[in-house]
């Protein structure tokens, strides 16, 4: 299993190198779900829908992205990337959009009804992004810096460098006032978003962060390494 995400605390959704696409009940631990997906390589993102019956996920071989629609058990469209070293990121929590970038100084965000792009240059290589909860910030990070755009005026509002690393891994509080930055030096910092400023320092990590998330109220942290390693850790709200 490369990637699993929660949805509605009773069910999981994952997604493993065999091509398919597996729902399971967690109370019993039965599989109720199979979908066979038509892909292979290593799961690079993973979305599922508020609502539970939709799954957007792509990896690192086709660099496709595959709309699934989990009730029907089918796929509801794809999104294929042409553009060298670039990787499909990250959702919005609708699955409506999707941010793709890699080395080169911009990102897209794409339409994933329409397939319709839209492009930012924000001036410098990205290994990683995110959608803000509500879906109106996008934040890609990458070469010792990352930024935040407001999507509907497509302006830059907030913008950082790093010391130590490349940022690799992004997030972004719910209620946006708070973000981590995961570097490639192990590194994890908290920025207050409205300030500007380093809030606090986690270090543990031995191998570059791959994956960092807030809790929803902002009072807990969890970050993953290449290592396979997994922190949880109370940073205060």
């Not at 929660?6 to 729902?23: C, H």
């Not at 793709?100 to 990102?107: C, D, L, R, V, W």
Request: charged share 25%.
């Amino acid at each position: 299993v490369d990637r699993t995400v929660f949805r509605r605390p009773k069910k999981v959704v994952t997604v493993g190198q065999d091509e398919t696409v597996r729902v399971w009940e967690t109370t019993t631990g039965k599989q109720v779900r199979e979908i066979f997906a038509n892909t292979s390589g290593r799961c690079t993102t993973l979305t599922v829908s508020r609502t539970g019956n939709l799954a957007g996920f792509s990896t690192d071989k086709d660099r496709m992205l595959r709309m699934m629609d989990l009730v029907k058990a089918n796929e509801r469209g794809h999104i294929g990337l042409t553009a060298a070293q670039v990787s499909f990121r990250c959702l919005t929590r609708d699955c409506r959009y999707a941010m793709s970038n890699g080395i080169t100084n911009g990102t897209k965000f794409w339409d994933t009804v329409t397939g319709r792009s839209q492009s930012i240059d924000n001036g410098h290589h990205n290994y990683c992004g995110q959608f803000s909860h509500d879906g109106r910030f996008a934040i890609p990070g990458g070469a010792f810096q990352w930024d935040i755009w407001d999507l509907r005026r497509k302006m830059r509002i907030a913008a950082g460098k790093v010391t130590g690393g490349h940022v690799y891994a992004v997030a972004m509080s719910r209620k946006g006032d708070r973000m981590l930055t995961g570097l490639s030096d192990g590194v994890v910092w908290g920025r207050d978003v409205k300030a500007g400023t380093e809030q606090f320092v986690l270090r543990g990590h031995e191998a570059p962060i791959h994956a960092v998330m807030l809790s929803p109220d902002g009072g807990y942290a969890l970050t993953a390494d290449s290592g396979q390693n997994i922190i949880l850790w109370r940073v205060g709200k």
